[in-house]
């Protein structure tokens, strides 16, 4: 998934004509905290709620002020994970999409971003998800494959994050199982610490009550 892929159909922008107060009702409108400006193709930078209230902008036309904006922006075939990382380092809530001549191409909103990444890892589907920690020399995602699968489960998502820059790793699996049982205790046997384990209990509660029901009328027999 890429930059020109991920641009939002109906995100305004802001002409340099434009006074703050035009700025400030389309934000709360779009939900968003920054917009960009854009001169005929040419973009000029990003404008935020804090910059129009922090200079008084309200009454006065972006133009007289564009030496203030900051230009953040992504080009087309940029991957998801970069236009995510510079959103989150710049707290951007709206970052535009420019070409090698610096011409406006569209916006990626944060919303869009976050509704992408939703469903790029599945994180929709129904599941659990299992958290272990283990060490960089003892991380194999072929054997963490191998343990999921050997109890009929399928990974849906798979996240390492290194803890606090030590060899210690934390691998955020999601799964497409809600119960979780038999997988925790094969990871269990090969010396996996589960740190953190999320089912969704309404579902695990209908499993168990329906056991519970098969039990007993085994028992009445």
Not at 190 to 209: F, K, P, Q, R, T
Request: glycine share 4%.
């Amino acid at each position: 998934m890429i930059a020109e892929n991920l641009i939002a159909e109906t995100l305004p922008v802001l002409r340099p004509g434009d006074t703050g107060r035009q700025a400030l009702n389309w934000m709360e409108l779009y939900r968003v905290l920054h917009l960009p400006v854009v001169k005929e193709r040419e973009y000029l930078g990003l404008i935020s709620d804090k910059l129009i209230y922090d200079l008084n902008l309200t009454e006065e036309p972006i133009d007289l002020h564009t030496m203030h904006l900051f230009t953040p922006h992504v080009h087309p075939r940029q991957h998801l994970f970069e236009v995510a990382s510079i959103m989150y380092r710049l707290c951007l809530t709206v970052v535009p999409v420019v070409d090698e001549e610096h011409n406006y191409a569209g916006a990626i909103t944060l919303d869009g971003l976050s509704g992408r990444i939703v469903r790029l890892f599945s994180l929709q589907e129904p599941g659990g998800v299992l958290i272990l920690q283990t060490t960089w020399n003892n991380y194999s995602a072929c054997q963490i494959s191998q343990i999921v699968e050997s109890n009929d489960a399928r990974i849906l998502g798979l996240f390492v994050n290194r803890i606090d820059q030590s060899e210690n790793l934390e691998i955020t699996i999601k799964l497409d199982k809600v119960d979780l049982s038999p997988v925790i205790q094969t990871f269990t046997r090969y010396n996996y610490l589960i740190s953190a384990v999320y089912m969704d209990d309404s579902i695990l509660n209908d499993m168990y009550e329906d056991r519970i029901e098969q039990l007993l009328r085994y028992m009445n027999i």
